[in-house]
């Protein structure tokens, strides 16, 4: 089929990042593969993308997933609120799977378009078999340009389906479906090459750019009978999310440890399973309970999970935000 009129088809950027989408095997090398396709290969290899969209190209960077920065992601979201207030009608994000829940959750935050936004990257390089990048890619295109996706924040779109950035998770180390939203499911699918939603998805409380403080902020998962060594070192942080066992509880050993750190520095309270919120008050068994320890004063972090609490934790401190706006924040995130 012809590709309808050039002034008739939507304009979308593409900014490439790297990732296994991108990755092949040098030709003198051991075999193993690493980020070497600019966008330009990402796109020729789907010949019917010239159906869909006229795009625009950019190789931001060329990286695997676990190399992007913080500051990688403000400026790709700056570029979005430029390109978005310039007119662009969508944007896709190809990158590695391994920070895309992060990137995707980040760039929610710092976006402030309305034009659809949707990260995607892919588990098997172009040069294996069933090769997952190519379908990907031109699903994100297609939801990119849908104005369906308009207003929805950033979305990822992977395997035929759509995730809304705060609820999706990589949830399998090399399957081909790898992403999942646990405890929201899917926003959407793509069926016959066309986005269909099953909901509308409001959007997220925004973080505002520049992101030009410093500021340290780590996870600190829980685990049976841990005595806590960690906890001292927190003591450098800006902030510390706890990833917590189930509703929000430690080792009790911890509890004090953390009361010290709550009334110095930001300590977001989540659990570590992956669904489901942090509770207020069903546990009251003392030290380490979720009562307890939100009663030393960590902030619930609700059914935010830990990675993407972190995220919105460090947006907000190096954003300059207050105590009071940080909580502020997490309340209105639950
Ligand atoms: N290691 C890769 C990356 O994140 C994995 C992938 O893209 O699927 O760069």
């Known amino acids: 089929m012809d590709p309808s009129p050039r002034a008739q088809r939507p304009t979308a950027l593409v900014l490439s990042l790297g990732g296994t989408i991108a990755m092949a095997a040098q030709e003198t090398g051991h075999g193993g593969v690493a980020p070497r396709l600019a966008a330009e290969d990402l796109v ?30 403000a400026a790709v979201a700056k570029l979005l609120n430029e390109q978005a ?8 994000i190809t990158q590695g799977t391994d920070t895309l829940e992060e990137v995707a959750y980040l760039l929610d935050l710092l976006y402030e378009g309305a034009a659809p936004v949707v990260v995607t990257g892919a588990m098997r390089n172009a040069q294996m078999a069933g090769a997952d990048g190519p379908a990907n890619l031109l699903a994100a295109v297609r939801t990119a340009v849908s104005t369906q996706a308009r207003d929805m924040g950033v979305l990822v779109a992977f395997a035929d389906e759509l995730h809304a950035a705060r609820h999706v998770q990589k949830t399998h180390s090399t399957s081909p479906s790898a992403f999942s939203s646990p405890g929201a499911g899917p926003i959407g699918h793509l069926v016959e090459g066309q986005p269909r939603f099953h909901f509308a998805l409001g959007r997220s409380p925004h973080v505002a750019l520049p992101l030009d403080r410093r500021a340290s902020v780590e996870v600190l998962e829980a685990t049976l009978g841990s005595e806590g060594a960690f906890l001292q070192a927190a003591k450098s942080l800006e902030g510390l999310v706890v990833a917590a066992f189930g509703a929000g509880h430690v080792p009790q050993t ?3 440890q953390l009361g010290d750190l709550a009334s110095r520095i930001p300590v977001v309270l ?8 942090v509770l207020t008050g069903t546990y009251d068994f003392g030290p380490g309970s979720e009562t307890d320890l939100l009663g030393r004063g960590l902030i619930n972090g609700g059914h935010m999970g830990p990675r993407k609490a972190r995220l919105l934790l460090l947006a907000l401190l190096r954003s300059g935000a207050d105590q009071a706006a940080i909580q502020a924040a997490f309340a209105a995130h639950r």
């Open 44 to 73: 020729a290899a789907v010949p019917e993308i010239a159906e869909v969209a006229v795009l625009e190209l950019r190789d931001f960077r060329k990286v695997p997933g676990a190399w992007l920065e913080i500051d990688d992601i």
């Open 85 to 92: 207030a310039a007119g662009t009608t969508g944007f896709v």
């Open 254 to 256: 911890w509890a004090p």
């Open 270 to 277: 989540t659990s570590r399973t992956g669904a489901g919120s």
